[in-house]
T-cell receptor
Framework: AQKVTQAQTEISVVEKEDVTLDCVYE???????LFWYKQPPSGELVFLIR??????QNEISGRYSWNFQKSTSSFNFTITASQVVDSAVYFC???????????FGSGTRLSIRP | GAVVSQHPSRVICKSGTSVKIECRSL??????MFWYRQFPKQSLMLMAT?????????EQGVEKDKFLINHASLTLSTLTVTSAHPEDSSFYIC????????????FGPGTRLTVL
C-alpha cells in the first residue's frame, strides 16, 4: 500500500526566507501521481501541482518549485522569498492516477512571521 | 478549473439527529466522487468512493450504515451522517472526478459539522 510521510509537523520562518517542505512516499506501483495541496485557515484545499511518476523534471511556478527524485522517493516543495500569505497547512499526496482516490500525508503547518 | 460545491458549508446539530451533506459538480459530470474526513489538526482521510448508480465503496473502519452515501446523478452525491454524535464532528470534504478534457479530481470547499 502507498504511504506519504511529511516529517515536518510545523515550520516557522521569517518573511522573505526560503523554506522547503519535505515529502517522502512509498509505493509499489510503477505508475503513480504525486500532488501538493495548500489548505489555508478557511479549510478549502488549493491544488498546487500534480506530477506523473514518469516525469522527473523539476518544476518552477513563480516562487514555488518542486524537486521530484524517484531515487529517494521524495517530492519536496520549496517556497522562495516566503510571504505571510503562504501561511497554511501543506499536504503532499499520492494517487494511482490523476483522478483516483488520494492518500494524503499528515501535513506540514507553515507559519510565516512578518 | 472545474467547480465542485458543497452544501451546507457549516452545520450544527444535536446528538442523535441525522445530517445530509451535498456535493455537486457544477460544470461537469462526475461518475465518481470521493468523501474525505478531516479531524482538527489532522490529515484528510478517505471515507468512501461514490460511483453513480451503484453502491459506494467504503474504506476499512468506516461504518457504511452510519455514513450513507447516495450518488443518484452524475452531478450530485450526498453523505448522510445518521444518528450523529459529538465524535462525528469533523470537516467533511468531497471531490469529484472529471474525465474531460482530462482525467483529474476537483475538491469541494468542505462542510464543517459540529454535533452538540
Amino acid at each position: 500500500a502507498q504511504k506519504v510521510t511529511q516529517a515536518q509537523t510545523e515550520i516557522s520562518v521569517v518573511e522573505k526566507e526560503d523554506v522547503t517542505l519535505d515529502c517522502v512516499y512509498e509505493t509499489r506501483d510503477t505508475t503513480y501521481y504525486l500532488f501538493w495541496y495548500k489548505q489555508p485557515p478557511s479549510g478549502e484545499l488549493v491544488f498546487l501541482i500534480r506530477r506523473n511518476s514518469f516525469d522527473e523534471q523539476n518544476e518552477i511556478s513563480g516562487r514555488y518549485s518542486w524537486n521530484f527524485q524517484k531515487s529517494t522517493s521524495s517530492f519536496n516543495f520549496t517556497i522562495t522569498a516566503s510571504q505571510v500569505v503562504d501561511s497554511a497547512v501543506y499536504f503532499c499526496a499520492h494517487g494511482y492516477s490523476s483522478a483516483s482516490k488520494i492518500i494524503f500525508g499528515s501535513g506540514t503547518r507553515l507559519s510565516i512571521r512578518p | 478549473g472545474a467547480v465542485v460545491s458543497q452544501h451546507p458549508s457549516r452545520v450544527i446539530c444535536k446528538s442523535g439527529t441525522s445530517v445530509k451533506i451535498e456535493c455537486r459538480s457544477l460544470d461537469f459530470q462526475a461518475t465518481t466522487m470521493f468523501w474525505y474526513r478531516q479531524f482538527p489538526k489532522q490529515s484528510l482521510m478517505l471515507m468512501a468512493t461514490s460511483n453513480e448508480g451503484s453502491k459506494a465503496t467504503y474504506e476499512q473502519g468506516v461504518e457504511k450504515d452510519k455514513f450513507l452515501i447516495n450518488h443518484a446523478s452524475l452531478t450530485l452525491s450526498t453523505l448522510t451522517v445518521t444518528s450523529a454524535h459529538p465524535e462525528d464532528s469533523s470537516f467533511y470534504i468531497c471531490s469529484a472526478r472529471a474525465t474531460l478534457p482530462r482525467d483529474e479530481q476537483f475538491f469541494g470547499p468542505g462542510t464543517r459539522l459540529t454535533v452538540l
